[in-house]
């Protein structure tokens, strides 16, 4: 048998833990005890570890398990990331496809609203939509209103997939804000993943006579998709930690969730290292899902 066959790619060959991993992870765990060690000498911190898996799961009167403040905050963090990651992909590949065109006004448009976003803070963006657009231009109140009425089985259905109907005007307005954020990002990884293509793919689809948006659902994306798929995995994790910043909008995702908790049961580093531990948990394992889907 041919040895090429065997052949792996340098970036897949897995090394044996060595010396100087060893070395590493000792000076990490030394780091670690002697911050501890500081925090407990130094700063008379009494820690109290015991009191946060209640805020995280608890268990009801009828004995089940339901999430407790923190684990809510967790919840609502997801829920938004998938939401703003879904804005964010479509209108993405709307402007990367828009920078793309043969059309020169479709181009600037697209550019336009790119540049926009990538060179202006998202906190800023976040308090835009949310006072400005949210209260005077979008008509969310009326909105509101109207989902308000809606059946008990479906209000109930929309506030477990979106937020509570208290909360859904800051709901959409973070969605709106982050998503046109993230799409400025989204749109890059596309575009660069379609001028990736070879030409020759190009010109073989036009040969078969398929019109242009066959050329792109048929041929291009597909291929593309590929492509991206690293990067838009990457993108989606920073859309996890990046969701934390509707906290300024009183939106109880994670991050609000424990701000309040610290305050009220005054145990500051607990609650923001179990935070932390939330986040490190929930972004390592979708790093792990999207490694394995790569």
Known sequence: ??????????????????????AVLAAALAAVSFLAWQAAA?????????????FILTRGA??????????????????????IAGGAAVLGLGLA???????????MLSRT?????????????????????????????????EIRSLP?????????????????????SAVCALAYYEAAYFSEIF??????IDRGQWEASRCLGLSRFQQYRFIILPQAGRRAAPQLAGQFISVVKESSIVSVISLPELTFRASELSATIHQMYEVWLTAALLYFICNFGLSLLFGRLE
């Open 1 to 22: 048998m041919n040895s090429s066959s065997h052949f792996t790619p340098p970036q897949l060959r897995r090394r044996a833990f060595g010396l100087f991993d060893a």
């Open 42 to 54: 130094d700063l008379k911190y009494g820690w109290n570890w015991s009191v946060m898996p209640q």
């Open 62 to 83: 009828d004995g089940s398990w339901r999430p407790g403040a923190l684990g809510l905050g967790l919840g609502l963090t997801l829920k938004l990331s998938l939401w």
């Open 97 to 107: 496809l828009g920078r793309l065109s043969g059309s020169f006004y479709w181009r």
């Open 113 to 145: 609203a790119v540049e926009a976003a990538r060179n202006m803070p998202p906190v800023i963006m976040v308090f835009i939509f949310f006072f400005f657009l949210g209260s005077q231009i979008l008509p969310w109140p009326r909105l509101i209103e």
């Open 152 to 172: 008990p089985a479906a209000l109930t259905t929309l506030e477990f997939a979106a937020a509570p109907s208290g909360r859904l005007a800051a709901f959409m």
């Open 191 to 196: 575009r660069g993943a379609v001028l990736s």
